[in-house]
């Protein structure tokens, strides 16, 4: 069974451009959430898809965005960047139980 | 308070030794509770997980949760230099499915 993939791997954007990375879910995985993972602030939620409804939101300001399709596969959209977005960004699916989350490898994102 | 609290570290011990890794928490309504490790620059990987109370051994790992205390711990036995990496504390209740992260601590095997 292929696991989660993430794309692309490695961006560098400069502020004030948007970004949009890709997450593949593990295949009859219905829930997708995101993640942002900095060294100072550790995992801290984004958003939760679950059939393409958004389930549960974070504490980030509305430039984060996301959509889920129909196939599962979500995209996150992050506007006007900051030097602060800078982070890797994690994705995970989940097929039931909060136990079976499995992660992505992620999108490290540099803003200069 | 924070939700879930982890100590940082670093922690660094031999190889061959035991290890502790904990967690407390304050939500008394969470019932699933997991571990998860990161090697740097990769995503998190689920190592153990258990259900409510009690201890689960898988290995040379074992994860306990103690209910009454709130808090959790992750022994490893014989640690390994590939046993170095971030360890990750999580938790969920039945109710609205949202997993919280504990910070992480980073565990160096010394050879």
């Known amino acids: 069974k292929a696991g989660v993939t993430q794309t692309p791997r490695y961006l560098i954007k400069t502020r004030g451009q948007q970004v949009t990375l890709s997450c593949s879910p593990i295949s009859g995985h219905r829930s997708v959430s995101w993640y942002q993972q900095t060294p100072g602030q550790g995992l801290q939620f984004l958003f939760e898809?679950?059939?393409?409804?958004?389930?549960n939101k974070g504490n980030f300001p509305g430039r984060f965005s996301g959509r889920q399709f129909s196939n599962s596969r979500s995209e996150m959209n992050v506007s006007t960047l900051e030097l602060g977005d800078s982070a890797l960004y994690l994705c995970?699916?989940?097929?039931?139980?909060?136990?079976?989350?499995?992660f992505g490898p992620g999108t490290r994102l540099t803003v200069l | 308070q924070k939700e879930v609290e982890q100590d940082p570290g670093p922690l660094s011990v031999p190889e061959g030794a035991i290890v502790s890794l904990n967690c407390t928490y304050s939500?008394?309504?969470?019932?699933?509770f997991m571990w998860y490790r990161q090697y740097s620059r990769k995503g998190p990987e689920l190592l153990m997980y258990t259900y409510s109370s009690g201890n689960k051994e898988d290995g040379r790992f074992t994860a306990q949760v103690d209910k009454s205390s709130k808090y959790i711990s992750l022994l490893i036995r014989d640690s390994k230099l590939s046993d170095s990496a971030t360890y990750l504390c999580a938790m969920s209740d039945d109710r609205d499915d949202k997993i919280i992260f504990g910070k992480g601590t980073r565990l160096h095997i010394l050879p």
């Open positions: 898809y679950f059939s393409e409804t958004q389930r």
């Open positions: 939500n008394s309504a969470f019932q699933y």
């Open positions: 995970a699916t989940r097929g039931g139980a909060p136990s079976e989350q499995f």
